[in-house]
């Protein structure tokens, strides 16, 4: 049986889950998340916790059965916590700033780039070299951040450009000069 799968999800006070038509819905403080899961699955409430059983042990449903409980879990803690990334810009006039909802970065090119919130998603700029996305969708999230790395992403050799908080840039040896 799948490790993953097999684990309850403790439901937080405030959160429900409803189901209709194979849709499941998870309203909490933050907001409200839908999504469809597979037929073969079958989630039921049993208190204040989450269980997800698979109907056979095909390779297909052993597969989906931890995919289902790790996806209902993130739709839990997205409408109870939130989902946020931060991201770093590294590199001598680099910089960013919030105009509304929009994000404008200097990243050394001759204009500057624009980049417009998408539905659910809220950034913040704390300083001018960092910017932390916001949102309850953990996909979303994630899918926008990797967006605005693409911009500038770090290269190997000074490490300039936009990089996820933490992550380790792998540095490159320079010309040698002789």
Do not use: W
């Not at 409430?45 to 989906?64: C, F, H, M, N, Y």
């Not at 417009?116 to 926008?144: L, R, S, W, Y």
């Amino acid at each position: 049986m799948s490790r993953i799968g097999k684990l309850p999800i403790d439901l937080p006070s405030g959160v429900t889950v409803s189901q209709a038509d194979g849709e499941v819905t998870v309203k909490g403080k933050n907001g409200e998340l839908k999504s469809k899961f597979d037929k073969k699955m079958t989630i039921s409430q049993e208190g204040e916790q989450l269980i997800v059983t698979r109907a056979d042990d095909t390779k297909q449903s052993r597969a989906l059965h931890g995919l289902t409980r790790a996806l209902l879990q993130n739709m839990v803690t997205g409408v109870s916590e939130g989902f946020s990334k931060t991201l770093e810009i590294v590199g001598v006039g680099y910089r960013v700033q919030l105009s509304g909802t929009k994000l404008v970065f200097g990243l050394g090119y001759s204009h500057p780039v624009e980049v417009e919130a998408p539905a659910g998603i809220t950034f913040e700029v704390p300083n001018p070299n960092t910017v932390i996305i916001k949102g309850i969708n953990k996909q979303h999230v994630g899918q926008c951040a990797a967006n605005i790395r693409t911009l500038r992403p770090p290269e190997p050799y000074k490490g300039k450009g936009i990089k996820y908080q933490g992550e380790y840039i792998r540095r490159k040896v320079g010309k040698t000069g002789m």
